[in-house]
């Protein structure tokens, strides 16, 4: 069964910084691009950032580029969200997510970030 | 960026209907290597992560109910729940993955009459 549990969320004030975890289990992780999505109170969704299985490519939308980094540790089975330069519109769930032909099958159950001072 | 337009925002059903919802697309998700459209629905129930419906348009994930059914090509695209059971009120979208960055429409919330 494939699972990713997300951590490392919380309240932060503005301009402060927090690193999110997403550790798998279930697939081979190694072999599988992986994404963060988000999403705001009673908000939509919003897609962030991808990396390739191998950490060769990354992506990010333009509302986080320059501020937020993906990565991921294949030994761990972890992907990472490191995020600078937090905002208010920074608030949101944010999701792990398993890419699947391009698209996304399987999320994680999510993580609170709150931006506020 | 690709642009999502997603119609309607929500959607007032009874037990039996049959609904529609519709994306459309700022340019072509039609890959002209693999005339695979890059496509996919989604459904999120209140206070859960979403669930993948469908992708590459119109391929029904494992496990989903064939009421549930996507069309469309190029720039439009449907999804079409017939018999709408109780179980299916939640919020409904749709992920454009042709090109990053990734967009997804804007949702449509649906309930019951």
């Known amino acids: 069964e494939v699972q990713l549990v997300e951590s490392g969320g919380g309240l932060v004030k503005p301009g402060s910084s927090l690193k999110l975890s997403c550790v798998a289990s279930g697939f081979t992780f190694s072999s599988y691009g992986m994404h963060w999505i988000r999403q705001a109170p009673k908000k939509g969704l919003e897609w962030i950032a991808l990396i390739y299985y191998d950490s060769s490519n990354k992506f990010y939308s333009d509302s986080v580029k320059g501020r937020f980094t993906i990565s991921r540790d294949n030994s761990k089975n972890t992907l990472y969200l490191e995020m600078n330069s937090l905002r208010s519109e920074d608030t949101a769930m944010y999701y792990c997510?398993?890419?699947?032909?391009?698209?996304?099958?399987?999320w994680g159950q999510g993580v609170m970030v709150t931006v506020s001072s | 960026d690709i642009v999502m337009t997603q119609s309607p925002f929500s959607l007032a059903v009874s037990e039996g209907e049959m609904v529609t919802i519709n994306c459309k697309s700022s340019?072509?998700?039609?890959?002209?290597?693999?005339?695979?459209?890059?496509l996919a629905w989604y459904q999120q129930k209140p206070g859960q992560s979403p669930k993948l419906l469908i992708y590459y348009a119109s391929t029904r994930q494992s496990g989903v109910p064939d009421r549930f059914i996507g069309s469309g090509s190029g720039t439009d695209f449907t999804l079409t729940i017939s018999d709408v059971q109780a179980e299916d009120l939640a919020d409904y979208y749709c992920l454009q993955h042709y090109s990053s960055p990734y967009t997804f429409g804007a949702g449509t919330k649906l309930e019951l009459k």
């Open positions: 997510a398993k890419s699947f032909s391009g698209s996304v099958d399987y």
């Open positions: 340019q072509s998700l039609l890959s002209s290597g693999n005339q695979k459209n890059y």
